[in-house]
């Protein structure tokens, strides 16, 4: 079983609409979880950190469920600066820790205008 | 806002010789990390440096591969005697010890073996 696992894709989705992507991880003992954002052949950036208890960031929000070892993230209002590849993102050590991050394998979104 | 960076951007190299990706991590933090992502495929982790040396390292980061913070800015990765399969992006990350900030990513190092 993979470490991290996302479809991947790709999602093609109009202007405005909204899209959800899932995420499941392998290893109970997960400790911090994050949605990166990944441009086309550039580096990984930092969309939102994910909390227990679910967090927003405008139209952004992002879910955990430890128990079912499940991530989500919703995108509301879709943009076309929106296409990109999200990426689940996995670590074992609490944020300070140093601790190697774990990546799925991305899924693609497309929104058309 | 301070910025990983990294150099060369493009490095094109022949299959057998070294070389060296160079990478300035953000000034206070104390953690550093190579990972690569060969293309169409997922980022991966290879190693985290802490304190002067390897922290963690995974099963690709083996004897061919290296690391060193030469000097108080720099942080290197440097692969011996090149294959072609190490064709990949390489991006040098850093995060800090007493912050809630995750790992902030260089924009990356394209490297091309012939």
């Known amino acids: 079983r993979k470490e991290v696992e996302q479809d991947p894709g790709p999602f093609n989705v109009p202007e405005g609409a909204t899209v959800a992507f899932n995420c499941t991880y392998s290893?109970?003992?997960?400790?911090?979880f994050f949605w990166y954002r990944q441009d086309c052949r550039k580096e990984p950036k930092l969309l939102m950190s994910?909390?227990?208890s679910g967090n927003e960031d405008g139209r952004f929000t992002a879910q955990l469920n430890r128990a079912s070892q499940y991530i989500s993230l919703l995108i509301r209002d879709s943009k076309l600066s929106d296409s990109a590849t999200y990426l689940c993102v996995v670590t074992s050590n609490p944020y300070n820790q140093g601790g190697k991050l774990i990546f799925g394998q991305g899924t693609e979104l497309s929104v058309k205008p | 806002e301070p910025e990983v960076t990294q150099t060369p951007s493009h490095q094109v190299t022949q299959m057998g010789q070294e070389v060296i990706l160079r990478c300035v991590p953000i000034?206070?933090?104390?953690?550093f990390y190579w990972y690569r992502q060969i293309l169409g495929q997922k980022v991966e982790f290879l190693v985290s440096?802490?304190?002067?040396?390897?922290?963690?390292k995974s099963e690709i980061f083996d004897d061919q591969f290296s690391v060193e913070r030469p000097d108080g800015s720099n942080f290197t990765l440097k692969i011996r005697s090149t294959k072609l399969e190490d064709s990949a992006m390489y991006f040098c990350a850093s995060s800090r010890v007493d912050s809630n900030q995750p790992q902030h990513f260089g924009d990356g190092t394209r490297l091309s073996i012939l």
């Open positions: 000034s206070n933090h104390l953690y």
């Open positions: 440096f802490y304190n002067n040396e390897i922290s963690e």
């Open positions: 994910v909390y227990s």
């Open positions: 290893n109970s003992a997960s400790q911090s």
